[in-house]
């Protein structure tokens, strides 16, 4: 059983740094793709990242790109989501999600095509 756990959310200020991890087990996390996505009250969840198995490609929202770095710590299964210069809008639950197919190329920002989730770390930004 596959099981995700984030940490590292938090209140912050506009403009301040967070950095959430994704812990995994279960499963030889090193084969397989991950990503970070967040939801807000009443909304869908939103793709905000993903990267790849071996860390060499990554993938990002265009509403993130150049503020958020994700990054993976094989040798601790563990999955980090860098976010820097945040803003009120990125107030949201994040979550981590890991794909099922092995050494996949495939970087999904659909969240219907990931397989499992975590609980979700809350992230406040205030103005």
């Known amino acids: 059983q596959v099981q995700l756990v984030e940490s590292g959310g938090g209140l912050v200020q506009a403009g301040d740094s967070l950095r959430l991890s994704c812990a995994a087990s279960?499963?030889?996390?090193?084969?397989?793709?991950m990503g970070w996505f967040r939801q807000t009250p009443g909304k869908e969840r939103e793709f905000v990242a993903a990267i790849n198995w071996s860390g060499g490609n990554t993938a990002y929202a265009a509403s993130v790109k150049g503020r958020f770095t994700i990054s993976r710590d094989n040798a601790k299964n563990t999955v980090y989501l860098q976010m820097n210069s945040l803003k009120p809008e990125d107030t949201a639950v994040y979550s981590c999600a890991a794909d099922n197919s092995p050494y996949s190329g495939s970087l999904y920002s659909e969240a219907y095509k990931w397989d499992y989730w975590g609980q979700g770390t809350q992230v406040t930004v205030s103005s």
């Open positions: 279960g499963r030889t996390f090193s084969r397989y793709p």
